[in-house]
Nanobody
Framework: QVQLVESGGGLVQAGGSLRLSCAAS????????MGWFRQAPGKQRELVAR???????TYADSVKGRFTISRDNAKNTVALQMNSLVPEDSAIYSC?????????WGQGTQVTVSS
């Protein structure tokens, strides 16, 4: 059974930092494309960052230079370091795993950035 468990969300002031982590189990983590998505109230879910099993990374334009995605294939974890946060980054952040023919989601973690 595949499980993705996020941690690290919370409340932070604008300009601050948070680090999200996602622990995966029950899957071939090293070949999964791991991503972080976010959804703010009234908005569509959007890709924040994605990293392949070999480390190819994609970022949304809105987070380039502020967010860093990384993965540890030995520990089956993926992290999202978020710096210089702005109120527009407030959303529920969800971990996503893409495998051939399957997609999995974590339960999500709330990130709130106060002005």
């Amino acid at each position: 059974q595949v499980q993705l468990v996020e941690s690290g969300g919370g409340l932070v002031q604008a300009g601050g930092s948070l680090r999200l982590s996602c622990a995966a189990s029950g899957m071939a983590f090293n070949i999964a494309i791991m991503g972080w998505f976010r959804q703010a109230p009234g908005k569509q879910r959007e890709l924040v960052a994605r990293i392949t099993g070999v480390g190819t990374i994609t970022y949304a334009d809105s987070v380039k230079g502020r967010f860093t995605i990384s993965r540890d294939n030995a520990k089956n974890t993926v992290a999202l370091q978020m710096n210089s946060l702005v109120p527009e980054d407030s959303a529920i952040y969800s971990c996503n795993a893409l495998l051939p023919g399957s997609a999995y989601w974590g339960q999500g973690t709330q990130v709130t950035v106060s002005s």
